[in-house]
């Protein structure tokens, strides 16, 4: 089972990335997804998660209202649209899977599945 994330780089505050995680070795279509992130010298923080169906969705207070999260079923991937970024943005940025729970969880040692990460740099 592998997730591979994407679509990280530096852009300048203000503007917009998008980042994707695509899974490979097994079908996630039944399962939770979700977005963390690490900045420099912190812990690993929630950001924005989704249920199997899409219907279900929690972003972290900071993000809410610029972030969007969304996954494709059928292509066994899920993207993070990231618009007005700000300078505190800037974090390597995870995808993972739950497999276990019904409910969303913003609990990272929760997840099952851990993508590689992909660095997003936002500068002022």
């Known amino acids: 089972v592998q997730l591979q994330a994407s679509g990280g780089g530096l852009v300048q505050a203000g503007g917009s990335l998008r980042l994707s995680c695509a899974a490979s070795?097994?079908?996630?279509?039944?399962?939770?997804m979700g977005w963390f992130r690490q900045a420099p010298g912190k812990e690993r923080e929630f950001v924005a998660a989704?249920?199997?169906?899409?219907?279900?969705?929690l972003y972290t207070d900071s993000v809410e209202g610029r972030f969007t999260i969304s996954r494709d079923n059928a292509k066994n991937t899920m993207s993070l649209q990231m618009d007005n970024l700000e300078p505190e943005d800037t974090a390597t940025y995870y995808c993972?899977?739950?497999?276990?729970?019904?409910?969303?969880?913003?609990?990272?040692?929760?997840?099952?599945?851990w993508g590689q990460g992909t660095l997003v740099t936002v500068s002022s």
């Open positions: 993972a899977v739950e497999v276990h729970l019904i409910r969303l969880t913003t609990t990272r040692g929760e997840y099952d599945f």
């Open positions: 989704i249920n199997w169906g899409g219907g279900n969705i």
């Open positions: 070795g097994r079908s996630f279509s039944r399962d939770n």
